[in-house]
């Protein structure tokens, strides 16, 4: 890398300058290319993780009336095992 980049400030031609700046540039637009896609790929799966979420809470919630329903008896019937 350094004789490269030694090279390159050796030879201070227009054309040279010109060569250097395009390969920087290409570089740079495939180091944002990878970065958007491992991006999008991290917003897929957080958003995935985040619906499953909402789709478990949504049934956590569904099912509630029925803990609520038996309640009273399971409590009974834990304490009637404490105490007897």
């Not at 031609?13 to 495939?30: H, L, V, Y």
Request: aromatic share 12%; charged share 25%; glycine share 2%.
């Amino acid at each position: 890398m350094k004789e490269l980049a030694a090279l390159a400030y050796r030879d201070t031609t227009a054309e040279n300058r010109d060569f250097w700046k395009n390969e920087m540039g290409n570089a740079m637009r495939e180091i944002q290319a990878a970065y958007d896609d491992k991006l999008d790929a991290m917003r897929a799966e957080l958003e995935t993780y985040y619906n499953m979420k909402v789709e478990w809470s949504r049934d956590i919630s569904r099912n509630a009336p029925l803990w609520y329903q038996h309640a009273p008896l399971l409590i009974l019937t834990l304490c009637h095992v404490l105490l007897f």
